[in-house]
């Protein structure tokens, strides 16, 4: 079994900054890509970025510039950096590993920007 341990989120001011920190362990073998994803209310979770076992990145185009992903080589452990937030990076924000091992996710760290 998988257990996925996302913190780091808070409330914040546009412009703001916030580095959301993820731990997983368990049932895995070896170093995994591993992606953020977030989920407003009312809204599908969407995928906000990758980085596999080398280090290389993906964003999505409403972060680029924005945010940094990056990870612990030595563990299946991944960061997220956001920078100049907005609010509608307002969401809950989930990690996981790609590909999500038996449906699993975790209970996410919640990112609120406002003034």
């Known amino acids: 079994q998988v257990l996925l341990v996302e913190s780091g989120g808070g409330l914040v001011q546009p412009g703001g900054s916030l580095r959301l920190s993820c731990a997983a362990s368990?049932?895995?073998?070896?170093?995994?890509?591993m992606a953020w994803y977030r989920q407003a209310p009312g809204k599908q979770r969407e995928l906000v970025a990758t980085i596999n076992s080398a280090g290389a990145t993906n964003y999505a185009d409403s972060v680029k510039g924005r945010f940094t992903i990056s990870r612990d080589n030595a563990k299946n452990n991944a960061y997220l950096s956001m920078n100049s937030l907005k609010p509608e990076d307002t969401a809950n924000y989930y990690c996981?590993?790609?590909?999500?091992?038996?449906?699993?996710w975790g209970r996410g760290t919640q990112v609120t920007v406002s003034s």
């Open positions: 368990g049932s895995i073998s070896g170093i995994r890509p």
């Open positions: 996981n590993l790609i590909p999500v091992l038996g449906n699993v």
